[in-house]
């Protein structure tokens, strides 16, 4: 895993699909673009819907880890929304 420090913390453990989509959304709409946004979920959905979700709002997906059950991703602001 590259050493990435983030702006923003989502902790979104224990939170259900939908759940941690929407509150990456909401935290990032309050992040300035090139600000780093680190995600952290339980829900094996989100090896999917964070990834899809980071392409279809256009912003980019550093990368991503599975650490002790947790699911981390670091995502990059790329433009205004």
């Known amino acids: 895993?590259?050493?990435i420090?983030?702006?923003?913390?989502?902790?979104?453990?224990?939170?259900?699909?939908?759940?941690?989509?929407?509150?990456?959304t909401k935290a990032m709409?309050?992040?300035?673009?090139?600000?780093?946004?680190?995600?952290?979920?339980?829900d094996r959905g989100a090896l999917s819907d964070i990834p899809a979700w980071a392409e279809?709002?256009?912003n980019e997906l550093l990368a991503h880890e599975?650490?002790?059950?947790?699911?981390i991703f670091f995502i990059q602001k790329s433009d205004d929304d």
């Not at 709409?29 to 339980?42: D, F, L, N, P, Y």
């Open 56 to 58: 279809s709002t256009g």
């Open 1 to 3: 895993m590259p050493d």
């Open 66 to 71: 599975e650490s002790g059950g947790d699911l």
């Open 29 to 42: 709409r309050k992040m300035e673009v090139g600000q780093i946004m680190k995600v952290m979920a339980t």
């Open 5 to 24: 420090t983030e702006d923003v913390l989502v902790d979104a453990r224990e939170l259900m699909c939908p759940m941690p989509v929407m509150a990456a």
